[in-house]
């Protein structure tokens, strides 16, 4: 048997590979490893959550300085230049082990690791460096790109990425944000700590809509207090245009009629006017020096040849196998299926997708990538993260349980007081009958190392009234004791 991954470098790809590693010589014939990454070491060590993490921590202290009035004196500054070489040297460390272990496999004669961009010839056959592969089984694990809106005016005043607010040493002094996903969430802190006047614009009334709608109303609340970002909700982009200090972006409110977008394209410039102040409380301009796109990403499938096969990639397009519904020795993992682009997730559908072409080609049933919710975003520079595991309320009454719930705010809790980060909240969410414990979510100074608690305790299906109500006082994980109390009595009263 032979297996082709593509994408070997990336997390996906990489754990595909060391999950089929120990069958070579065995039920594997022949491993062909492909990637054209240079340096390589996949999106997520070079350009994503591990980068990132780097300029955030930079503007966590700056920000914990600035904001305790227990302390006098400015606030220190960013060192740009300095924050991008210790993060571009670690980063380099990191991905040189990444490319270390995948040319490790390849020492062995039946593996083999082609450095270049492969193409489609057909379903099972690929070219790589003018030489063709015929394989049993290709798992695409080609990453995700930037995905840029198609707004009009964007490209001719250009912006930047999330790749190159990483790399940048130098930041204009004011900027529009466009997207408040978890990467504007991460960034916009970062950039505003660094001296940056900083708009955002948020197509929803709040952020995080995987999240209870308070999550968003508090978080946005932060933002604008504690990071003095304004952000500008249920609007959305019409056109940019330049401006001799840098941009202008005429925006819509999100219920107007998308058809007129468009229309200003050829007019002159009185119908541009008529245009612009059109209808009942149409929203100011925004100006800025430049625009940072912190848009989504989509599947880097580009330049694939998919076109040669039968392949046809659109919604929903990749079955809970990681497959096309037609073409079974075919998977996509990682960023590149569209399904769920964290990291976490990516190497967990790798190591699945390894066990689920083993057993194929065994002729056994292959199972389905079924993961638990488990999400964290560093927002509010990661002194208010938000983290999610399992149910929300909503989410648990649509799977069919009746739920108990209780929340808590970091304020109801003197220990978040004293280490001045008094903002967030937290909700759990039980099954009111038998009191297993069925999701949290958390935004508040610690909520992302206090997931693991509840990944624990959802995952193991414990009953709330079982956990422990303690903590080690003082300590930020007292959120937690109440949650549980909580929650662990109204199960009791169900009884």
Same mark, same amino acid.
């Given at each position: ?10 997390? #996906?790809?990489?754990?595909?590979? @060391?999950? /089929? ?5 065995? +039920?594997? =014939?022949?491993?062909?490893? $492909? *990637? ?69 496999? #390849?020492?062995?004669?039946?593996? @083999?690791? /082609? ?5 489609? +010839?057909? =379903?099972?056959?690929?070219? $790589? *460096? ?86 968003? =109303? ?278």
């Amino acid at each position: 048997m032979h297996v082709a991954v593509i994408g070997a470098y990336g997390s #996906a790809g990489a754990a595909v590979a @060391e999950g /089929l590693y120990p069958h070579v010589g065995g +039920r594997i =014939d022949r491993l062909t490893l $492909v *990637d054209d990454g240079e340096p390589g070491g996949g999106l997520c060590i070079l350009e994503g959550c591990m980068p990132s993490k780097e300029l955030i921590s930079a503007a966590t202290h700056r920000h914990q300085g600035r904001v305790d009035e227990r302390l006098t004196g400015e606030p220190h500054g960013l060192d740009l230049e300095r924050i991008v070489e210790e993060k571009n040297d670690r980063t380099r460390g990191w991905a040189s082990h990444r490319r270390e272990s995948i040319h490790d496999m #390849a020492a062995d004669e039946d593996v @083999e690791f /082609l450095h270049d961009r492969a193409r489609f +010839r057909g =379903d099972q056959t690929i070219e $790589v *460096d003018g030489q063709t592969i015929e394989a049993d089984y290709v798992v695409i694990a080609t990453g995700s790109v930037p995905n840029i809106p198609d707004i009009p005016g964007l490209e001719e005043a250009g912006y930047y990425t999330s790749k190159d607010t990483l790399h940048a040493t130098e930041l204009p002094e004011s900027a529009i944000i466009l997207g408040f996903g978890y990467v504007g969430l991460e960034m916009a802190p970062y950039l505003s700590e660094a001296g940056v006047d900083i708009t955002v614009i948020e197509h929803d009334e709040r952020p995080i809509d995987e999240a209870d709608p308070e999550f968003g =109303d508090t978080l946005l609340d932060i933002y604008r207090e504690e990071f003095n970002i304004e952000v500008h909700t249920a609007v959305r982009e019409k056109w940019v245009e330049e401006t001799d200090d840098g941009v202008r972006l005429h925006l819509r409110n999100e219920t107007d009629d998308e058809d007129e977008d468009e229309d200003w394209l050829g007019s002159d410039d009185a119908e541009i006017d008529s245009i612009r102040t059109d209808g009942a409380d149409v929203p100011e301009p925004v100006e800025a020096e430049s625009i940072f796109c912190f848009t989504g990403r989509q599947p880097n499938l580009d330049g694939l040849g998919l076109e040669n096969t039968t392949l046809s990639p659109e919604d929903g397009w990749i079955d809970a196998t990681m497959r096309p519904p037609n073409a079974e020795q075919t998977f996509v993992v990682g960023d590149a299926n569209g399904r769920e682009p964290i990291l976490h997730v990516a190497k967990e559908q790798g190591y699945k997708t390894a066990e689920n072409v083993l057993a194929h080609a065994r002729g056994k049933p292959i199972e389905p990538y079924d993961n638990i919710h488990h999400h964290v975003i560093f927002s509010g520079a990661a002194i208010y993260p938000f983290a999610r595991v399992g149910h929300t309320p909503r989410s648990a009454v649509e799977a069919g349980h009746a739920i108990a719930t209780a929340t808590r705010r970091a304020s109801d809790d003197g220990v978040f007081k004293s280490k001045d980060v008094p903002h967030g909240l937290a909700r759990l969410v039980v099954d009111a009958t038998d009191g297993t414990v069925l999701g949290w979510q958390g935004l508040h100074y610690h909520a992302d190392v206090m997931a693991k608690t509840f990944q624990l305790a959802v995952e193991m299906e414990l009953d709330v009234r079982e956990i422990p109500d303690r903590a080690y006082h003082p300590t930020t994980p007292e959120i937690l004791d109440g949650l549980v109390r909580e929650c662990a009595a109204q199960v009791h009263a169900e009884e």
